[in-house]
Nanobody, 127 residues
Framework: QVQLVESGGGLVQAGGSLRLSCAAS????????VGWFRQAPGKEREFVSA????????TYAESVKGRFSVSRDNAKNMAYLQMNNLKPEDTAVYYC????????????????????WGQGTQVTVFS
């Protein structure tokens, strides 16, 4: 199985930026599509972004389109979420997740289809 560890969260003023990292170990990350999800206090977990195994396919939630950018470096077993123009409503615990997919292309937005999850990293945006 693959172990995932997120980092890069923190406290940032509205309009600022953060870059989240997701480090994989145990298995090569190139065998997995990677998704980013978030959960705010009192709310359900929601999809943020995902990237295919080969990095060619990406998708974003409408709420983050144009502000967030997902990427990966399979040689380093890493995935990233660049978050720009952050808003207070982006405040949440952010999780990366790995989806063991047969094909190198394609992504899913359904959290139930992800097999492994990190422990999360807190992002707090103040106005």
């Amino acid at each position: 199985q693959v172990q995932l560890v997120e980092s890069g969260g923190g406290l940032v003023q509205a309009g600022g930026s953060l870059r989240l990292s997701c480090a994989a170990s145990g298995r090569t990350l190139s065998n997995y599509a990677v998704g980013w999800f978030r959960q705010a206090p009192g709310k359900e977990r929601e999809f943020v972004s995902a990237i295919s195994r080969n990095g060619g396919d990406t998708t974003y939630a409408e709420s983050v389109k144009g502000r967030f950018s997902v990427s990966r470096d399979n040689a380093k077993n890493m995935a990233y979420l660049q978050m720009n123009n952050l808003k207070p409503e982006d405040t949440a615990v952010y999780y990366c997740a790995a989806d063991r997919r047969k094909w190198p292309v394609g992504v899913t937005t359904k959290d139930t289809e992800f097999d492994y999850w990190g422990q999360g990293t807190q992002v707090t945006v103040f106005s």
